[in-house]
């Protein structure tokens, strides 16, 4: 069977949280799940000296997997960046990226009338009309038909950038690999995916406005972030997947 392609498969121990799958790496020898990981990234495992799998904060990348290898006496160091996201049922919406909208503006070169925009979506700016369904910020069936079409465009010709940086990331800890894991002790379940496989499937569909005044940019929800207990944060703009729905893929 060609891994690449492998559905989900039934791990023999449970995930309870990304250390697990740092000590699952780590023990790749004796680790059956870790075995399968790294033949899927196309090693072949007699060919492997070491394998050293360490956590990683503030990135795309969650867990950084350094492979020595041995090929014709020539030794060679190859790392593989891996997000991680665990879930403890089939649906269930997961954050991939969140910020304050002007922390957005030079990545994707937002113009200043977009930025408006989007900050009386998250609340960020209070609504500029009476009468919203809630008074902390604007859905986007409120907005006038012509701004409407303005944030949806600007989302429509981004959307590739978007996708790529709110998944994969850029740089050198741009992450490479989605790995999903049932967040259970019995039973649980595991996918691996390159990421470019990961982007094409969720950023594929429309851009359009959800039934509940949200954005939908192919299977990815753009909202404001809420929550928070009414702080200022519940601000952020928001996006969310259902990593769990690569399963069924």
Known sequence: MDLRIMGS???????RNEEDIIRKFNNWKRDEDSQKWLKI???NLGEIDSVLAVKVSKCKTDVQVKVKITIKLKN???VQNLQVKLVSNIKGFNQVDKRWVSNYIGLWNISQEIVKLLKYYTGELPPCK???KDKRRMFLYEFDPADKDKLLKFFQDNKVMIVTDILKGRGRMAAEWMLVA???EKNARWILKPMNEVMNYFGSGPVK?????SIYIGKITVQRKGGDGGRPTANMLQFKINPAELFGK
């Open 182 to 184: 049932q967040k259970i």
């Open 209 to 213: 406005m959800s039934p509940q005044g």
């Open 9 to 15: 498969e039934t791990a023999k121990g449970g995930f």
């Open 76 to 78: 060679i160091d190859d």
């Open 130 to 132: 009476s009468n919203t």
């Open 41 to 43: 990234m196309g090693y």
